[in-house]
């Protein structure tokens, strides 16, 4: 079976302002990176919209009815300090959404190996009822929850290895035992979250902060040590990937020294778990990454893992 790679244009439509890191052109790297001829077997498909039913399964109607409401018909408007709304963003913002969403079924329902979806806006800053940090609806925290509900999946792993930690994803997650959620990510640095001491109120909140400066070897040895075997007892029906790529060493949000053989390291190892627990299973959806280089080339050494199933 194939890797499916889900993307479509309206991504290019969000816009934010001029010198913001979160924009169109991470789009347009990877779309550039993934034409080479070693890709050619990946399956490709236009990312469908989503639904408000979708989404309300992690964020209350009251914000989908805020994050709506507030799209401009023109120019750009702010939604907090770095996140911002233009007339595109709504229908980018639903795509994401309707991307994980069909991702979910198509692994779900064995039609592919496993799937990567390319969108924009980034979602794990997402919390339940308020937008931060690039972020308007929480991708992963839908696909977890769509999966539940559409699936039967008793058990959703997600692992996020963005520089920045997730706070969204735990937020909504922190009283949950059927989602577990682990994050490697610096600390300290925004969003401030992320301490191993935070655990969850069923203990499935698993953190692993690195230190400014940490490279393969400190990001390797979290994996290891911190969050592998949890995942192993834990023992997930889907693996999702909040696949940030913003620890590179390049990327100038972070100051994690990570390389492409980091990325593609722990994606082989998500996937050698996914394997003995739930048939393969694994979604991973585009989080940060804000140096175009370093993030077409991790996403192009992600991608061919995947693609190895």
């Known amino acids: 079976m194939a890797t499916l790679y889900l993307h479509h244009s309206s991504y290019l439509d969000h816009l934010t302002p001029v010198g913001h890191p979160e924009r169109p052109d991470r789009i347009r790297a ?52 770095d996140t911002t709304m233009s007339p595109g963003t709504w229908e980018a913002a639903m795509r994401g959404v309707g991307s994980a969403c069909r991702a979910v079924d198509e692994v779900m329902e064995r039609k592919v190996s496993n799937a990567f979806c390319a969108s924009r806006p980034p979602g794990h800053h997402a919390e339940k009822d308020r937008a931060m940090g690039f972020c308007l609806f929480n991708n992963a925290a839908v696909a977890a929850r769509y999966a539940q509900a559409k699936h039967g999946a008793e058990r959703v792993a997600i692992i996020d290895f963005d520089v920045h930690h997730g706070n969204g994803t735990q937020d909504i997650f922190w009283n949950d035992p059927t989602v577990m959620y682990c994050s490697t ?84 190892k998500l996937m050698e778990l996914a394997d003995r627990h739930c048939g393969g299973r694994v979604v991973s959806l585009l989080e940060g990454g804000y140096d175009l280089e370093g993030l077409a080339r991790s996403v192009a050494a992600h991608i061919m893992i995947l693609m190895k199933s």
């Open 185 to 268: 990510h610096q600390m300290p640095l925004y969003p401030g979250s992320g301490a191993a001491s935070e655990r969850g109120e069923a203990d499935t909140i698993v953190n692993a902060p690195l230190a400014a400066g940490d490279g393969g070897e400190e990001f390797r040895e979290a994996m290891d040590i911190a969050i592998l075997p949890r995942l192993e007892a834990f023992s997930p029906d889907l693996v999702l990937i909040s696949a940030g790529f913003d620890a590179h060493v390049r990327d100038p949000l972070g100051g994690l020294r990570l390389v492409e053989a980091d990325f593609a390291w722990a994606t082989s």
């Open 30 to 81: 990877i779309d550039r990176i993934l034409e080479h001829e070693r890709f050619q077997s990946l399956e490709r498909d236009i990312a469908p919209m989503g639904t408000v039913a979708d989404i309300v399964r992690a964020h209350p109607m009251s914000y989908i009815d805020m994050v709506h409401n507030s799209a401009p018909t023109e120019g750009l408007i702010r939604i907090d300090a």
